[in-house]
Each structure stands twice: as C-alpha cells, then as structure tokens.
C-alpha cells in the first residue's frame, strides 16, 4: 500500500496502532481514527514515526481527555497540521516544543538531583552521625 494517502478508520473499536505503520504506509497523509479505543498517550507513539501524516483526528478517544494531549502530538508529530479537525497555529506548535522541552529537561534535572543524593547523603551524614556518637559516649 505503498500509494495509500489517506486511511479512514472511525468508529472500529481500534486500542492499538502497530509500530511498523510508517513501513507499510509510506505515504500516508490522512489519518482518522474518531470514535475508536485508544487509551493511553504512549499509544499514540507509532504515528510519530510517519513523517508525512499531515491530518490526525483522534476526536472520541479517550485518549483526548489526558493533560497536555494535544501539546504531545504536535511535539512528537510536528508534520501535522490540522488536529481533530483544528487547523494547528505555528504558536500553539512553537508552545508544545517548548513545554516539553522544559518538562523533559525538568524531569532529567530531577533524575540528576535524587542520584546525587543517594549517592552522596550516606557520606555526607557519616561525619554527622560520628560526632553523635562521641557526643554520647563522653557523657
């Protein structure tokens, strides 16, 4: 189906998208999956890998009442440019990168902060824990 450009898939009861759908749909543009079961964001991830989806409507999904859901697809797909049939403005699209952007950054400084700690906590309160102890035994 290497000519397909547009693939209509409402109302099907689909939960899944196979991750090999830029393999065999190439050349696909349109891409409307409305009123079916997809749950989850992480489900949305093989669609990121079509470069040229230029049309995605997920409109009665699930999926669609998650936070920040339209800022993820439109930074995970920035090819797309209408969105459960809403034109995406540049603005909104510069907004989602840079929100994940921060949030990703965020997330990694958090990582960061909780392994230094872990690391480093036990030598730094193994001198404060030494002066308790000879504190005590004096007295």
Do not use: G, W
Request: glycine share 0%; hydrophobic share 50%.
């Amino acid at each position: 189906m290497k000519r397909l450009k547009c693939l209509l898939l409402s109302n099907n009861r689909i939960s899944k998208i196979e991750n090999d759908l830029q393999m065999n749909l190439p050349n696909l543009e349109a891409l409307i999956l409305t009123n079916n079961q997809i749950q989850e964001i992480a489900d949305l991830d093989p669609l990121m890998s079509i470069k040229t989806l230029k049309y995605l409507s997920l409109l009665d999904n699930p999926v669609t009442t998650k936070k920040h859901y339209r800022y993820y697809v439109l930074h995970k797909c920035p090819s797309i440019r209408i969105l459960d049939f809403r034109r995406v403005q540049k603005k909104v699209n510069r907004r989602s990168l840079s929100f994940f952007i921060l949030f990703t950054y965020l997330f990694i400084f958090t990582l960061e902060m909780m392994m230094i700690l872990f690391f480093f906590l036990p030598f730094i309160l193994l001198p404060l824990k030494m002066n308790y102890i000879l504190i005590f035994e004096i007295f």
